[in-house]
């Protein structure tokens, strides 16, 4: 889904560090777009980052109150969502304000305003559609598939570690909530069987 970003655009860095900063946060779509550049900086604003040498934290506004979310660094510079967002405030100007804005110029700046949530889960449903994810069903099919969601479901589903540090990073209170994120994992992946010596 990242290869099908443009990254000669300002659109395509744009949605390449909202793909992987949503991915690797788990992060819902609202908190993906409710982001701004520093701590209090808008009205509307759900949260902040700040970029530390070592990753990225997010403090986030959410039901429960406050909480932090850690993104680490990439092993790769192709997947590392610190990468694709330095890149994306570099290129946008962007040091205040909305992290995530609309693209405006006919495509050359950024403009002043806030992403509505609703962007993130069409660039899902665009990115999946264009990567070519689940072709084996037919087209029509596909979009109900993904959503701005998927990409917490995906982290969740997908992150090799114990299940407290998902239930952390996702800021689920209970454990069984965790677990329904975790449908798709591979029920056998840890197989007691095997590590017992049999």
Known sequence: MLETCDRSTLRGLRDRAMLLI??????????????????????????????????????LRGKTGWREVEIGRGSSPATCPLDALELWLRFARISQGPLFRRITGGGKEPGPLRLNDREVARLVKRAARAAGLRGDLPEGDRPALFSGHSLRAGLASSAEVDERHVQKQLGHASAEMTRRYQRRRDRFRVNLTRAAGL
């Open 22 to 59: 949503g991915f690797a946060g788990g992060l819902r779509r609202s908190e993906i777009t409710g982001l701004d550049a520093g701590r209090d900086q808008t009205e509307d604003g759900r949260g902040w980052i700040e970029l530390l040498p070592g990753g990225l934290l997010v403090t």
